[in-house]
């Protein structure tokens, strides 16, 4: 073998303007679906006045449109060299298509059909299920170009780690800023201590025509100052070629459905928290207005000062001890909420409930995304697709569970039932994705070091380094 090469010299740390450029990259998408997680069924059914059931099916329409979008963007992305648009670079490519469809149709889904408001609900139906779909393509085209640039900006594990830590960062930013504006609109144009209705229809246009400016805005950044290109042949040295993994070897993993089952209920305890704790709060707990805003904004507050620590947390103690820590908080939220009633619970209580949820969510997404590029590893030519994948069996689920959850709803009509749902159903989640991570083998990752990358370039080795 020659003499091993000086790393330090090929390999240096990112920059911190890579780090927060690129967070600012999924910040549309973030604040897009923390108005669909949070607020869509209200939207609907409080204000546009569906039944649960018709909201439920309408969001299980975006989901099954967001899983199937996902797989077909990541394997395209991934084999887009002879795409028209790569010359500007593969993954951005998908990211300026998905911005666009995103921008075009999302005001629409919370705004009243247009012309066509007195029409029958079916009608209506098919009006949003139109802009949802595409909106939702969009979506996945911008999530999965975004986080498989993750595996490509770095082969480093703790610089991948901490990308995914500063995306997850903005994400709660974007969370932060919705809930600030939606409280301001709802506290400032009167709704304070009043129940959502037909009347804040206007209120909800404001709120998304603000967010989506700022989101507009970081999309722009992003495009100008990331340069794929660039990013791509700074590192090619250090981690030699890029390899793709054929369907075959993928699903062959045992892994793979391991990481999946993971990272579905991770998605599961998020955005199942995200979407009901708003109507937990309406019908529940009996809250006004303004606390549909002010405790989800208590709750990425909390995901925010986690963000900050959580790589640390992982690097100290790994991505399953980590893990597992962030499942124990979110089973006593559920704990909690499970047996929290009276005055001192929604006066006082509430609070703490929110900021344990926020912290759960923070410590098990960064560790699910964690072990998920760890999985990739050096094969970031298959990395889109291993996210589409990933990403179809949430969305998928997401969606179903959804719908199951307000179809149950409307039988039942029992006002502790969203109580329920938060308990057995976000608490069983990340309680079953804290077994998958216990279960799980550990992936084989990229080392930083110099002699194990420059053995796997000498050898062409297909493998991954211990």
């Known amino acids: 073998m020659e003499e091993p090469y000086d790393y330090s010299e090929v390999y240096q740390r990112l920059p911190l303007h890579i780090y927060l450029i690129y967070g600012m990259g999924h910040i549309l998408n973030d604040v897009c679906a923390s108005m669909w997680f949070t607020y869509l069924l209200v939207f609907m059914h409080l204000v546009l006045d569906f039944s649960n059931t018709q909201a439920g099916t309408l969001m299980l329409v975006g989901q099954i449109a ?67 779909a595409i909106f939702q393509f969009g979506w996945a085209a911008v999530q999965i170009s975004h986080l498989s640039l993750i595996p490509e900006i770095s082969p480093n594990e703790h610089d991948r780690t901490k990308l995914t830590a500063v995306r997850y960062a903005f994400t709660v930013v974007a969370n932060v800023l919705v809930y600030i504006v939606t409280w301001a609109v709802l506290h400032l144009g009167g709704s304070d201590n009043d129940k ?4 804040d229809a206007k209120k909800f246009q404001h709120i998304v025509f603000s967010v989506m400016v700022f989101g507009t805005i970081c ?47 991770s998605r599961l305890f998020i955005n199942l928290t995200q979407v009901f704790i708003t109507l937990y709060l309406h019908e529940a707990l009996d809250m006004v207005a303004s606390a549909l805003a002010v405790v989800p904004l208590i709750m990425y507050i909390a995901s925010l000062v986690t963000s900050f620590v959580v790589g640390s947390i992982n690097r100290t103690f790994g991505r399953k001890i980590t893990y597992i820590f962030g499942t124990v908080l979110g089973v006593s939220a559920c704990v909690f909420i499970r047996f929290g009633t009276g005055t001192l619970y929604v006066r006082y209580l509430i609070y703490l409930v929110a900021c344990l949820l926020g912290s759960a969510s923070s410590i098990v997404l960064v560790s699910s995304l964690g072990i998920t590029t760890d999985l990739i590893g050096t094969r970031t030519n298959s990395g889109a697709f ?4 990933m990403s179809f069996v949430d969305k998928l689920a997401n969606g179903m569970v959804v719908e199951a959850i307000q179809g149950r709803h409307e039988e039942k009509g029992d006002p502790w039932y969203y109580r329920d749902v938060l308990t057995w159903v976000c608490g069983g989640a990340v309680l079953v994705g804290g077994l998958a991570v216990i279960f799980l083998r550990n992936p084989r990752r990229v080392r930083d070091s110099t002699q194990d990358l420059l053995f796997e370039s000498d050898q062409g080795t297909n493998e991954n380094i211990n």
């Open 66 to 132: 967001d899983a199937l979008s996902t797989p077909f963007v990541g394997y395209f992305s991934d084999q887009g060299d002879n795409f028209w648009l790569c010359g500007y670079g593969k993954r951005k490519a998908w990211h300026m298509i998905g911005t666009i469809c995103v921008i075009l149709t999302f005001p629409f889904i919370f705004s009243p059909c247009v012309k066509c408001e007195n029409t029958s609900k079916t009608s209506q139906m098919l009006y949003y299920s139109v802009f949802i």
């Open 196 to 199: 959502i209705n037909y009347s």
């Open 219 to 265: 999309s722009f950044l992003f495009h100008v100052f990331i340069e794929e290109k660039n990013l791509n042949s700074e590192i090619q040295d250090v981690r030699g070629p890029r390899l793709r993994t054929d369907f075959k070897e993928l699903f062959s993993d045992v892994r793979l459905y391991h990481v999946a089952l993971n990272y579905m209920c």
């Open 386 to 389: 291993v996210y589409g994948v």
